[in-house]
């Protein structure tokens, strides 16, 4: 296969892990004699920096022609002022809208070898096994916003919060087919007791799974409530699909499931191209830029790793090359090595690009050892 991969690395870590999100799939092109051509480009603060703009025309249109994007994270506090008009999020919210990137996919499975890692019982993380679908480009994040200051000098601030049947629908009937190749089971998560928004959401969800899915088992249930079971019974969960906001807060709560934000992948999906073999996703992990560990050589690059083997599975089509790499990582887990983030007090860990090497390694038969610190 013939491939065109837009990396941008962005802020803080970004750099760091996006390297070794590069390193495995030029593994992967040469164990299956693919051709990849990877093509950078800049977002979030640095294009800031260097343009004035978090998501310059350069980098969009690259983005439109490449056919996957791999990212690795955006800001920092040199950028962090809330009252700035320009920010570095912008420029992946940006992206997101103009991709048509509608579906959030965040699959959180709690690797053997790291259920230590976890601040949870271990006998509550054996098997545990889902995936949360994430609306993207509605809701809360994209909603209209203002801010007014009042004769006595107090203010008023508002987000708006807006779902179309539309958004919900297209984010269900996706979570819905993951959930059908999966256990078919899907548990759509809301707040219907308070929020219109949520009501819609709920008829919709139920509609479609009536229709189109009678063979997927549906639940309700209210965000609070699940907030809450993730950590009682995370085992229970199938697939998840719920709003914007909702996902991003239940997604990191989840990460502790997996003992560590940085083992999480993350693929953002649009519709598939009529007729075409790729479809449009961005990748990247769900960690943010760590700027407190930039350039150290301490970040966790599995993450990306991770996204790099969604990338291939579901943008690019190639399920035994994603299937080839996850194991690459179990491999190398399973040996002992650590980053830092993973390693308990006093066990040896391996810095960023020696974990990446060690996996790209695993994966083209190699049996170098990566060196620990």
């Given at each position: 296969m013939d491939a065109t991969i837009a990396v941008l690395a962005g802020d803080g870590i970004g750099p760091e892990v996006a390297a070794e999100g590069v390193r495995v799939l030029r593994a992967v092109a040469e164990r299956w004699g693919h051709r990849f051509e990877f093509r950078e480009a800049l977002v979030g603060g640095c294009a800031i920096d260097a343009t004035g703009s978090p998501l310059p025309d350069d980098t969009l249109a690259?983005?439109?022609?490449?056919?996957?994007?791999?990212?690795?994270?955006?800001?920092?506090?040199?950028?962090?002022?809330?009252?700035?008009?320009?920010?570095?999020?912008?420029?992946?919210?940006?992206?997101?809208?103009?991709?048509?990137?509608?579906?959030n996919l965040r699959p959180v499975a709690v690797r053997e070898a790291l259920i230590g890692a976890s601040p949870l019982r271990p006998e509550l993380l054996r098997g545990v096994d889902l995936l949360v679908v994430r609306e993207l480009t509605g809701g809360i994040y994209f909603g209209d916003k203002s801010r007014e200051k009042r004769d006595d000098g107090s203010e008023r601030a508002t987000d708006l919060c807006a779902y179309e049947t539309l958004e919900v629908e297209r984010v269900v009937r996706a979570a819905a087919a993951f959930a059908r190749?999966?256990?078919?089971?899907?548990?759509?998560?809301?707040?219907?007791?308070?929020?219109?928004?949520?009501?819609?959401?709920?008829?919709?969800?139920?509609?479609?799974?009536?229709?189109?899915?009678?063979d997927v088992a549906l639940e309700h249930m209210l965000v609070d409530a699940c907030a809450m079971h993730l950590l009682r019974r995370p085992g229970d969960f199938d697939v998840i699909v719920t709003e914007n906001m909702f996902g991003d807060i239940l997604t990191d709560e989840a990460s502790m499931l997996a003992g560590s934000m940085g083992v999480l992948p993350s693929a953002s999906l649009g519709a598939p191209r009529p007729g075409a073999?790729?479809?449009?996703?961005?990748?990247?992990?769900?960690?943010?830029?760590?700027?407190?560990?930039?350039?150290?050589?301490?970040?966790?690059?599995?993450?990306?790793?991770l996204s790099a083997a969604l990338l291939l599975r579901?943008?690019?089509?190639?399920?035994?090359?994603?299937?080839?790499?996850?194991?690459?990582?179990?491999?190398?887990?399973?040996?002992?090595?650590?980053?830092?983030?993973?390693?308990?007090?006093?066990?040896?860990?391996?810095?960023?690009?020696?974990?990446?090497?060690?996996?790209?390694?695993?994966?083209?038969g190699a049996r170098e050892d990566a060196r620990v610190v």
């Amino acid at each position: 296969m013939d491939a065109t991969i837009a990396v941008l690395a962005g802020d803080g870590i970004g750099p760091e892990v996006a390297a070794e999100g590069v390193r495995v799939l030029r593994a992967v092109a040469e164990r299956w004699g693919h051709r990849f051509e990877f093509r950078e480009a800049l977002v979030g603060g640095c294009a800031i920096d260097a343009t004035g703009s978090p998501l310059p025309d350069d980098t969009l249109a690259l983005c439109r022609e490449a056919d996957v994007v791999l990212l690795g994270a955006v800001g920092g506090p040199k950028w962090d002022d809330p009252q700035a008009k320009v920010r570095p999020e912008q420029g992946l919210l940006g992206l997101r809208r103009a991709l048509g990137l509608f579906a959030n996919l965040r699959p959180v499975a709690v690797r053997e070898a790291l259920i230590g890692a976890s601040p949870l019982r271990p006998e509550l993380l054996r098997g545990v096994d889902l995936l949360v679908v994430r609306e993207l480009t509605g809701g809360i994040y994209f909603g209209d916003k203002s801010r007014e200051k009042r004769d006595d000098g107090s203010e008023r601030a508002t987000d708006l919060c807006a779902y179309e049947t539309l958004e919900v629908e297209r984010v269900v009937r996706a979570a819905a087919a993951f959930a059908r190749a999966r256990r078919g089971r899907l548990t759509s998560v809301d707040k219907a007791n308070v929020l219109e928004t949520s009501r819609l959401w709920r008829a919709v969800a139920s509609r479609v799974l009536a229709e189109e899915f009678p063979d997927v088992a549906l639940e309700h249930m209210l965000v609070d409530a699940c907030a809450m079971h993730l950590l009682r019974r995370p085992g229970d969960f199938d697939v998840i699909v719920t709003e914007n906001m909702f996902g991003d807060i239940l997604t990191d709560e989840a990460s502790m499931l997996a003992g560590s934000m940085g083992v999480l992948p993350s693929a953002s999906l649009g519709a598939p191209r009529p007729g075409a073999v790729t479809q449009p996703g961005l990748y990247e992990p769900i960690h943010g830029s760590a700027p407190d560990i930039a350039r150290q050589g301490v970040a966790n690059p599995l993450g990306t790793i991770l996204s790099a083997a969604l990338l291939l599975r579901h943008s690019l089509a190639l399920p035994a090359e994603a299937s080839a790499l996850e194991a690459a990582v179990d491999h190398v887990l399973a040996r002992g090595l650590r980053t830092r983030d993973l390693a308990e007090p006093g066990q040896p860990w391996v810095r960023t690009e020696e974990m990446g090497r060690a996996v790209a390694e695993a994966l083209v038969g190699a049996r170098e050892d990566a060196r620990v610190v």
